[in-house]
């Protein structure tokens, strides 16, 4: 039962990384429900490395061709010039406040749902109202947009149930990206900042790490790998067809639904 939890785990953690619903919300709720019980955070913190795999997996030729291209292509050179832009803001704002938002507000179901709510409204406001876009390939973001973009990057962190990818997109929209240049640029900012992120936690939890959890953690990685690596690109097509909408609606009700569990002592 256990291995299946995990399994299960690992595919909700794949199918939300990247689509703008927030994966660690979803995982702290479903964590509760089944009553599985995750010392450290060490199973979270492992099976997040198998989405980072994928989608560093799916976009393998651009990445070679963007570190291949930086000695000698000035567009390689301000892409990743971008990326570093959007990454520096959390890595400040991290420093300093990251343990408090670990200890006091992270596992915190009430301000998720909040969090749930408040991410879908925005969402469809930026649909709604956001300015026509300019920029239509993610490599093309200029610098101080990449700074904005980070900065949505970095309330998001801070709000558990915010979403990362969530933020980045729609602050990608404000940005006047289009709806797939602001999610890839999102999917490419998500490699060094998971990649951190991982690193950084996988130094607090390596001691919760027992042999006898080493089977539930391959299973919640491997599941976690083969789902985003399902759902990324459909995801850019839906978009591109669909707009985010769907996404905030199901964001809406998946927050009135958390707080309904909650009002009937099911969380």
């Excluded at 970095?154 to 990818?165: D, H």
């Excluded at 933020?167 to 990608?172: F, N, P, Q, R, Y």
Aim: hydrophobic share 60%; with cysteine; proline share 5%.
């Amino acid at each position: 039962m256990t291995l299946l939890v995990s399994a299960v785990l690992g595919v909700i953690q794949g199918l939300t990384e990247f689509l703008p619903v927030s994966s660690t919300g979803h995982l702290l709720v479903l964590e509760r429900l089944f009553g599985y019980v995750d010392p450290g955070g060490a199973f979270t913190v492992m099976i997040q490395l198998g989405s980072i795999l994928a989608v560093m997996w799916l976009y393998r030729a651009k990445i070679v061709a963007v570190i291949a291209g930086l000695p000698s292509q000035p567009e390689a050179r301000r892409f990743a010039l971008a990326l570093l832009v959007a990454f520096v803001p959390l890595v400040v704002v991290g420093a300093a406040v990251g343990n408090y938002v670990q200890t006091v507000v992270y596992g915190n179901l009430r301000l998720i749902a909040t969090a749930f709510i408040a991410g879908g409204l925005i969402m469809l406001a930026v649909e709604r109202w956001r300015p026509m876009p300019d920029v239509d390939e993610a490599e093309k973001t200029p610098l101080g947009r990449a700074f904005g973009i980070g900065l949505c990057q970095t309330l998001a962190a801070l709000l558990p149930g915010l979403s990362r990818s969530g933020a980045t997109i729609v602050g990608g929209m404000v940005m006047k990206l289009d709806r797939a240049a602001a999610a890839e640029f999102s999917f490419f900012l998500a490699m060094p900042t998971m990649m951190a992120a991982f690193a950084k936690d996988l130094v607090e939890v390596k001691d919760q790490i027992s042999p006898d959890r080493t089977m539930e953690i391959a299973v919640g990685f491997v599941t976690a790998f083969l789902a985003s690596l399902i759902v990324v690109k459909p995801f850019l097509t839906f978009v591109r067809r669909s707009g985010f909408a769907p996404f905030a609606w199901y964001r809406i009700a998946a927050g009135i639904a958390i707080f309904g569990a909650l009002a009937a002592g099911w969380l």
